[in-house]
């Protein structure tokens, strides 16, 4: 027996054979033990470097660094390629400096090669998939006023934050999920210069607008393409309205339609003399919806979404003039409540037949996936992805491989 128990075990029997009065000890202050986190708990693979990582976080300093592995094997053929995320944010207010400000800096590098030489697809079969590269991706300072109302971002940025992926779409590979692939808008890996602003007049509206260079460039710092003779300039604007029903206001989406020009020489599309444009144009349109399993329960992620999207371009200067595609996902399996299945596919119009032959032409193509979170810093993503007639006038293909990802 312990002490601790032992004598006041002693005291009480002696009160009860002597007669003597015990006095009633005063309870101990209940304590809770501090929660120890493991190392598989936390929300990178390379830990909390002994609680500097925080330290810098609190202070305004947050380091990320992720790396992205696809293997994916078609028509007997395999393909390997690796992607590096290195990103820097400051934040201004927790720097002591002002309120609302952030500066975000992205370095990548892209090394291996895709499956998308053997598919044949107008859009590759990996939205990871690039010629390998190392470049300065973004670099930009963004400002926010009126709790976030008014936000106003200037320098090189990718366009897919704003006007691209919806915001349950991340999860699909294959690069037709991500911005729309007749929008040339600078997106991975083709970043660019631009300035971008976006105002909330209401809760439940929001309008943004922006100013890109015309003509970006992969590789190196990017930062001087935007001023090259003839680079051009690329306009976006869009608004997004979205709506919350159920219990609490938990379900809900986000319906968005936007449009963009460019302004740039563009060279005629599928005509045996073709003319030269001057400016190109197009529009999108997608939505979103979020339907929670237990939407009374906040700290329940499990739930569907449905993610629907079309964009035009003008036929007679896009290789690629309709986009149409859709998808839907399940968060949460049984016991895995933080997995993802999902199926999804789309239709491209195709000006020119890849292969050569007589256009106009289409592609469809369909994918599906499970991804398994194994941790919050460690997924793996088997995935499947089937062709019908990839870039217009190839044969039928099927790919299947899977993602690694990290968080380090």
Not at 54 to 59: Q, R, T
Not at 72 to 86: I, K, N, P
Not at 97 to 116: A, K, R
């Amino acid at each position: 027996m312990r002490l601790g128990v032992f004598v006041p075990a002693v005291s009480c029997v002696a009160s009860v054979v002597l007669g003597v009065p015990r006095a009633r000890a005063a309870p101990e202050p209940l304590t809770e033990a501090p929660i120890e986190h493991s190392w598989a708990d936390g929300d990178h693979l390379t830990g909390d470097w002994g609680g500097a990582r925080s330290d810098l976080a609190d202070h305004g300093v947050t380091i990320d660094v992720f790396y992205a592995s696809d293997v994916f094997t078609a028509r007997g053929e395999t393909a390997a390629l690796g992607h590096v995320d290195a990103a820097l944010t400051l934040d201004s207010h927790k720097l002591g400096l002002w309120d609302g400000g952030t500066f975000y800096v992205l370095g990548q590098n892209n090394h291996g090669s895709g499956i998308n030489d053997q598919v044949g697809s107008a859009q590759p079969v990996s939205n990871l998939e690039a010629e390998p590269y190392t470049q300065l991706t973004e670099l930009f300072v963004e400002q926010t006023w009126f709790d976030q109302k008014l936000r106003i971002r200037l320098g090189k940025q990718d366009a897919n934050r704003e006007f691209g992926t919806p915001r349950f779409g991340g999860n699909f590979i294959n690069n037709n999920f991500g911005m729309f692939p007749n929008a040339p808008l600078p997106s991975y890996p083709t970043t660019g210069l631009g300035a971008f602003a976006s105002v909330q007049p209401v809760a439940w509206l929001v309008a943004k607008a922006a100013v890109y260079e015309g003509s970006p460039m992969t590789g190196g710092l990017g930062l001087t393409n935007a001023f090259r003779d003839g680079a051009g300039y690329t306009l976006a604007a869009s608004g997004a309205a979205t709506h919350h029903e159920g219990a609490d206001s938990r379900d809900g989406g986000t319906t968005s339609i936007g449009a963009w020009r460019q302004s740039v020489d563009i060279v005629e599309v599928g005509v045996a003399a073709p003319r030269t444009f001057g400016s190109d144009a197009g529009f999108f349109v997608q939505h979103d919806e979020r339907i929670y399993l237990h939407p009374h329960d906040p700290g329940d992620p499990r739930g569907l979404t449905v993610i629907l999207r079309f964009s035009w371009a003008r036929p007679d200067r896009s290789a690629l003039a309709r986009y149409a595609g859709g998808s839907v996902a399940w968060h949460g399996l049984g016991p895995r409540t933080n997995d993802t299945a999902g199926i999804g596919g789309g239709y491209l119009s195709i000006a020119e037949p890849l292969g050569g032959s007589a256009g106009p032409a289409r592609e469809i193509f369909g994918e599906a996936f499970y991804k398994l979170r194994l941790t919050t810093f460690i997924s793996l993503q088997p995935d499947v992805q089937w062709f019908h007639h990839p870039g217009g006038d190839g044969a039928n293909a099927l790919a299947a491989g899977v993602r690694l990802k990290l968080k380090l």
